[in-house]
């Protein structure tokens, strides 16, 4: 299984000019602990996670440390330390050392990554662009459907594809904690959606998608106070 049969393709981003307070905002309505910065053209520049927020309130108000640890200071480690402290815009605050993978990367190594780097999710980057994001949990599932489900196939992939394209079309494409695996023309969704609405529309809408055998949910609701 590839990197394309589990990311999550419609993500949440930013541009480097959007507002830290903004920001803020979009993680605690879309639930999520990160969001990619990207330009105008797709190319990805950075992530903001909420460690980099949290760094910010920590170490945002006056610090007044020792003189002589001030004279040993590197004076470019001090206003660097400082830009991302008192930014106000999504370019000061991000992290630029990106770890990232291309849709053809094994999910065994983007497993490793995520162990090795201590990150909580990975994006996936082709010629540059943006074109999705792995999390911890999108691997957790994939683990979980791989004990139950065959390798797809390329009619497979197609058949994925198809959906979701029909969840984009109508407008039920943003499922951060949802993943889709198709196998021998089977559907089997997992993950967390906010109301049983929404996983009855998924159902529906992996069942209207021609060529698909069936539809195998492992849907929950999430509560409404949870935040992941």
């Given at each position: 299984?590839?990197?394309?049969?589990?990311?999550?393709?419609?993500?949440?981003?930013?541009?480097?000019?959007?507002?830290?307070?903004?920001?803020?905002?979009?993680?605690?309505?879309?639930?999520?602990?990160?969001?990619?910065?990207?330009?105008?053209?797709?190319?990805?520049?950075?992530?903001?996670?909420?460690?980099?927020?949290?760094?910010?309130?920590?170490?945002?108000?006056?610090?007044?440390?020792?003189?002589?640890?001030?004279?040993?200071?590197?004076?470019e480690e001090r206003a660097?330390?400082?830009?991302?402290?008192?930014?106000?815009?999504?370019?000061?605050?991000?992290?630029?050392?990106?770890?990232?993978?291309?849709?053809?990367?094994?999910?065994?190594?983007?497993?490793?990554?995520?162990?090795?780097?201590?990150?909580?999710?990975?994006?996936?980057?082709?010629?540059?662009?943006?074109?999705?994001?792995?999390?911890?949990?999108?691997?957790?599932?994939?683990?979980?459907?791989?004990?139950?489900?065959?390798?797809?196939?390329?009619?497979?992939?197609?058949?994925?594809?198809?959906?979701?394209?029909?969840?984009?079309?109508?407008?039920?494409?943003?499922?951060?904690?949802?993943?889709?695996?198709?196998?021998?023309?089977?559907?089997?969704?997992?993950?967390?959606?906010?109301?049983?609405?929404?996983?009855?529309?998924?159902?529906?809408?992996?069942?209207s998608v021609e060529g698909?055998?069936?539809?195998?949910?492992?849907?929950?609701?999430?509560?409404?106070?949870?935040?992941?």
């Open positions: 299984m590839l990197a394309r049969d589990v990311m999550t393709r419609n993500v949440v981003t930013v541009g480097p000019d959007t507002a830290v307070s903004e920001i803020a905002r979009l993680l605690l309505e879309k639930r999520i602990s990160g969001v990619p910065v990207v330009e105008s053209d797709g190319r990805l520049v950075g992530i903001v996670s909420e460690g980099d927020l949290m760094r910010r309130v920590e170490e945002g108000g006056p610090r007044r440390g020792s003189w002589w640890l001030a004279m040993l200071g590197i004076p660097i330390e400082y830009v991302r402290t008192h930014g106000r815009r999504a370019r000061d605050v991000m992290t630029r050392q990106l770890v990232t993978v291309t849709p053809d990367t094994p999910i065994g190594k983007v497993a490793r990554l995520l162990e090795e780097e201590h990150i909580k999710r990975v994006p996936v980057v082709e010629d540059g662009r943006l074109v999705g994001i792995i999390s911890r949990a999108d691997l957790l599932r994939a683990l979980a459907s791989r004990q139950e489900v065959p390798p797809a196939t390329a009619d497979d992939s197609a058949l994925r594809e198809r959906l979701m394209r029909e969840l984009e079309a109508a407008g039920l494409d943003y499922h951060p904690y949802v993943n889709i695996v198709v196998s021998e023309g089977i559907v089997h969704l997992w993950g967390l959606v906010s109301s049983k609405a929404e996983a009855e529309a998924l159902r529906v809408a992996a069942e698909v055998r069936g539809v195998d949910s492992h849907l929950a609701v999430l509560p409404a106070t949870a935040h992941l």
